[in-house]
């Protein structure tokens, strides 16, 4: 049986500025308040940020902005700049700015190596987790403007007053979740399957449901959902953690069909094998564990997650890559994986 592992995180800013899109770091964060405002609503900019992320969206700055657009994959838009400077580039906020990208889960892992890219490509971002000290590391990584904030999607109150303190939303992760144990169904953990339920699946509920409105008014909005392979295979000692991914998968198709018309999309992400610290979680601290799920085979990266859903909400707006199954070279299913 194979499942899901874990990794150790490096996730360094400069890793993904340098190598994956070439952008300047460009934001120094002051990590004092619980959650930083966001000033100017004409250009969604956050009042804490230094001056270097307000240079690289300033009005004359068209042709930083046409570059990150190309590295973004965004040429589409770069061409309609360059053809008509003056007009409005992107139904994302101002031009330069991609728009305020909220990311659950981003503490570490695959929430965390998102923030930063969406960061690195010029979103402003909005993080959540429970450990606030790792979403300060986490945002001490992004370039670009962030807010900080502590959230338990498992918790009615902290999701409504995340939700209250963000002004504006284009883009929403939902990747908080996780898989805790592999006990058979015959021995199943009652509570164990009640959080995974509560976080994978109720957690993507109340944060959707809540920023529903703001992504609809953003007229361009989108909801990426990070699932699993997890949620469309299934596996021996898995029926807790399959069952919470797969209803996160019906989660996706039903909101599609009910927001069709309106201007939202909805991706899901189906990850296979990812290094993170999934694994150490799910075997409770059990780091020799975790290690003997990968063992022998290279597993994803949470950068490689992050560099999909950046793709992913970069398409032109009619483009929706509505799901997606990422797998190392190594796996081929859920359970069919080589190690040498
Ligand atoms: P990870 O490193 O353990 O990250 C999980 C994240 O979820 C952490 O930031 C954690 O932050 C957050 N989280 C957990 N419970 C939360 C809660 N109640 N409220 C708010 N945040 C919560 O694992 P990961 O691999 O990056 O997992 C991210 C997503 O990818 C999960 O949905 C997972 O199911 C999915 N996935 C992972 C793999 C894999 O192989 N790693 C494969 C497929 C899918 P705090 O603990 O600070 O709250």
């Known amino acids: 049986m194979d499942i899901e592992p874990i990794e150790e995180l490096d996730l360094g800013g400069s ?10 770091p460009s934001c120094s964060v002051d990590l004092g308040e619980p959650i930083q405002q966001q000033s100017g609503a004409s250009t969604g900019h956050f009042s804490t940020i230094d001056s270097h992320t307000t240079v690289a969206r300033a009005p004359d700055q068209t042709p930083v902005d046409q570059m990150l657009l190309a590295f973004t994959g965004r040429a589409w838009e770069a061409e309609e700049m360059t053809q008509n400077p003056a007009a409005p580039t992107t139904p994302l906020g101002s031009v330069g700015s991609l728009g305020t990208a909220v990311v659950s889960g981003a503490s570490s892992g695959i929430g965390a190596a998102t923030a930063i890219a969406l960061s690195t490509i010029g ?5 959540g987790a429970r450990r606030v000290e790792r979403l300060s590391e986490v945002a001490k990584q992004c370039p670009g403007p962030v807010a900080v904030h502590q959230l338990d999607v498992t918790d009615d ?6 939700v209250a303190s963000i002004p504006e939303c284009h883009v929403l992760i939902n990747n908080a979740g996780g898989a805790l144990g592999v006990d058979p169904i015959a021995t199943a953990d009652i509570a164990k399957w009640q959080t995974m339920y509560d976080t994978n699946l109720l957690g993507t509920l109340r944060l959707t449901k809540g920023l529903l409105d703001k992504l609809t008014d953003s007229g361009n909005g989108h909801v990426v959902v990070v699932g699993s392979i997890a949620g469309i295979e299934f596996y021996r000692g898995g029926a807790g953690y399959n069952a919470a991914k797969a209803a996160q998968h019906s989660f996706c198709e039903v909101l599609r069909q009910e927001t069709v018309g309106l201007p939202i999309r909805v991706s899901e992400v189906q990850p296979g094998l990812v290094e993170t610290e999934f694994s150490v979680v799910r075997f409770d601290g059990d780091q020799d564990r975790a290690d003997a799920v990968y063992e022998g085979l290279t597993p994803l990266s949470a950068l490689d997650v992050a560099d999909l859903i950046a793709f992913i909400v970069t398409r032109p707006p009619h483009v929706n890559l ?6 190392p070279r190594d796996q ?3 359970a069919v994986t080589h190690r040498s």
């Open 123 to 127: 979103f402003d971002v909005v993080i």
């Open 332 to 334: 081929a299913t859920v």
């Open 157 to 162: 109150g902290s999701v409504n007053h995340f």
């Open 15 to 24: 890793q993904l500025g340098a190598c994956r899109f070439d952008v300047e």
């Open 322 to 327: 509505a799901t997606t199954l990422l797998l």
